[in-house]
């Protein structure tokens, strides 16, 4: 008999009813069992952000979470960030302020950055900076992913 149970994720206004075992986590489910790869699966442990997505809104490191905690809750991945062909600013931040490289760790700061300015649009530069430096980056030296998510966030007021 297997460990196994139903449930629902709702990513990006889609839902998707999915069978798991107890532990697997979010960020397997939504890879493996959705189809949604542009999450990204980093340290496994929390620490480099690059699953980072939003659940119910709120910045999550979806290889910490259980795939079963999300259940019926709304999940945002990047690939809900474009409204069509249009990007989101933040998207378009980061292509235009070289706020990427390689590109591994951008759909985690995507994520954070989004949910942080959706629920604090004013937030003051040190305390971007420190949220921001919760997500690991091997490659930029931080000061373009900073300069892209200050320069969304001026574009996502004014929308």
Not at 78 to 95: C, I, K, S, T, Y
Not at 124 to 129: F, N, T
Request: proline share 3%.
């Amino acid at each position: 008999m297997s460990d196994k149970t139903d449930i629902t994720l709702i990513i990006n206004g889609q839902s998707h009813a999915i069978r798991v075992e107890s532990r697997r986590t979010l960020a397997d489910a939504i890879r493996e069992d959705c189809g949604q790869t542009g999450t990204h699966i980093g340290c496994e442990h929390g620490v480099c952000g690059a699953c980072t997505v939003l659940v119910n809104g709120e910045p999550v490191r979806a290889c910490l979470m259980f795939a079963q905690q999300a259940d019926g809750k709304q999940i945002r991945t990047v690939e809900g960030l474009a409204n069509g062909d249009e990007m989101h600013p933040m998207q378009r931040a980061f292509m235009e302020n070289h706020g990427l490289q390689c590109g591994f760790c951008t759909p985690g700061f995507l994520m954070l950055a989004v949910g942080v300015l959706e629920r604090e649009p004013d937030i003051s530069d040190r305390d971007l900076v420190d949220v921001l430096s919760s997500n690991l980056c091997r490659c930029t030296g931080y000061q373009n992913i900073i300069k892209a998510v200050r320069a969304a966030a001026v574009e996502m007021r004014q929308s």
